[in-house]
């Protein structure tokens, strides 16, 4: 499977949950019109180009901060409202928002890693040029 087709069945599995979460909590209510793109068209419509392993791991910090807001925002509504069912789906959703963070975590760890091998390598490189002209003109 494609990572495109992967994206878009989390996609609607991810919209499928919120919708189930949204009649939960308010049943027979449609939700609100809401008059901006999502994210996911937002970067679907523009060209993004990565120049560097790093781009991608300072967009990667961002991602990490806005699961760990969603999951600590989630949490805390879990822990105020009264309503039994209504905590367990805020807690639910706070443990999927978890569940990103780790997700993305990994893959900041795994590119780190990528940025620290090249880094190194190009170190040796310098090295080595620079022992070939020192040796050069001994």
Request: charge should be negative; glycine fraction near 4%; aromatic fraction near 10%.
């Amino acid at each position: 499977m494609k990572r495109v087709e992967i994206r878009e069945k989390v996609r609607e599995s991810h919209h499928k949950k919120r919708m189930d979460t949204f009649s939960a909590l308010f049943p027979g209510e449609q939700p609100p019109k809401v008059p901006f793109d999502s994210w996911g068209t937002i970067f679907e419509e523009r060209e993004y180009k990565l120049r560097s392993v790093k781009d991608y791991l300072d967009i990667l910090e961002i991602a990490m901060k806005a699961e760990m807001l969603a999951k600590e925002i989630y949490t805390y509504l879990g822990k105020i409202t009264a309503n039994v069912e209504y905590k367990r789906i805020f807690l639910e959703i706070a443990e999927d928002e978890g569940e990103h963070y780790a997700f993305v975590e990994n893959e900041y760890k795994v590119h780190s890693k990528i940025k620290a091998r090249k880094s190194l390598q190009e170190l040796v490189e310098e090295l080595e040029k620079d022992k070939n002209a020192h040796s050069a003109g001994a």
